[in-house]
């Protein structure tokens, strides 16, 4: 059975399961600790590698894949929203191959939960322009166009009043400032209608924690796009970075 190892690393959690890349599923239990105060990149190593003895997998030859909430390019992360400033720049993936002694893939989180979706979820044998947003501690994004990955879009950082629209709109400022599922639906709205505008979608994936609660906020937005929560729900990230380590 192909299997491979998935590590998704958020502003508030990391999280890890081996994957069965057959069938897009944990073979395993999901593993999550909460992600080190301040994210420094020696800490979230630290972190990753107590993850990995957890799964009993530190010593597997199985692929793994880590997926990250930065830009990524070559190996390279050149954003930290809401992580430490340190990751700027930095050479994430040789770093992790050393720290744990073995090669890696290293991904964008969003971009892992798109190919997860696209490959065993929501956005299956979808034709067109999907867009996967996920909604947790900031707003990630993923395009997949034909079920083909265009990496490291950054929607969350539209503006809104002179700051990143992620400040406003995602599942942590409902959380930071009490909203009624009512009150965050019309931020949502704005945040969607806008997205929708630019890029025209034929299908928007909501992932992240609050895909769990669907029912809540999905019927109160009005789109011309279908717009449908992820199948792999907080799990999608997991397994994206299994699939994309395991190509």
């Known amino acids: 059975m192909a299997q491979a190892i998935g590590v998704d690393i958020g502003g508030t959690g990391i999280k890890a399961g081996i994957v069965d890349l057959t069938h897009g599923t944990l073979d395993s239990d999901r593993v999550r600790v909460p992600t080190p105060t301040g994210a420094s990149p020696a800490d979230v ?5 107590e993850v990995l003895d957890t799964l009993g997998v530190a010593d597997s030859s199985l692929p793994l894949g880590v ?3 930065a830009i990524v390019k ?3 992360t050149l954003s930290a929203a809401n992580i430490s400033k340190d ?3 930095f050479e994430a993936e040789r770093f992790f191959e050393d720290g744990l002694g073995r090669n890696i893939t290293f991904v964008n989180d969003a971009d892992a939960a798109g190919v997860a979706e696209v490959r065993h979820g929501a956005a299956r044998d979808a034709q067109g322009l999907t867009i996967l947003t996920t909604l947790g501690t900031g707003i990630g994004s993923a395009f997949l166009y034909d079920g083909t990955l ?3 879009t950054e929607l969350g950082h539209l503006d809104h009043n002179g700051e990143s629209i992620e400040r406003w709109t995602a ?3 409902m959380e930071r400032e009490s909203l009624s599922w009512e009150e965050w639906s019309a931020r949502l709205q704005v945040f969607y209608s806008r997205v ?3 890029f025209s979608p034929d299908l928007f994936v909501v992932g992240g924690g609050v895909s769990k609660h669907p029912e809540n906020f999905l019927p109160l937005l009005e789109l011309n796009t279908p ?3 992820a199948v792999h729900r907080n799990s999608s990230g997991i397994i994206g970075a299994a699939s994309l380590a395991a190509d």
């Open 45 to 49: 190593l630290t972190t990753v590698r």
């Open 87 to 89: 990751w700027i720049g």
């Open 74 to 76: 070559r190996g390279r």
């Open 227 to 229: 717009i449908v929560a």
């Open 150 to 152: 265009v990496p490291n």
């Open 196 to 198: 929708e505008f630019l």
């Open 67 to 69: 997926a990250f909430p």
């Open 171 to 173: 599942y942590s400022a």
